[in-house]
């Protein structure tokens, strides 16, 4: 019986810990993205299985979006994302966002260039490390390496 216990207790701890490293992110998000794009589609599944509820809005003039966020110039990817005070760039892997909104630095948001395969929501194989960057008044500066 005490084993049960123990085993129960732990369950619950690690239900606990789950939570509180999702509770970093905002409850809210608004996703903008080129009409018919697919892979956005799918990170916008990735933020609500972290329990993100998320609005997509189809944008014909995505880089009034990305000029408003302060994305940086060629730094940009098929979707932003307005998640409380801040802006995501592109396919950013959720370890980082979660440090993100952990950490909450002072930036304007932060971004992955591109549409690197095995990112949430493109299909394949990892071909390198993904090189996050965080965004500030359309200056960037990297953040980490996943």
Known sequence: MKHRASAM???????????AAHA??????????NPGCSC??????HLEEMGVSVEIVEHEAL?????????PHGMG?????KMGDH????????AALEAFFKDTPQADGIGLA???????????EKQGPFEVYLFDDQQSTPYMAL
């Open 63 to 71: 880089a009034e979006i990305k000029q408003q966020a302060g994305v």
């Open 87 to 94: 802006w995501v760039e592109g396919h950013v892997p959720m």
């Open 114 to 124: 591109g549409m690197p395969t095995g990112t949430p929501g493109m299909p394949g």
């Open 40 to 45: 956005c589609d799918e990170y916008a599944k």
């Open 24 to 33: 970093a992110l905002p409850e809210e998000a608004t996703l903008y993205k």
């Open 9 to 19: 207790a732990l369950c619950a701890a690690l239900l606990t810990g789950t939570g």
């Open 77 to 81: 990817s098929c979707h932003t994302i």
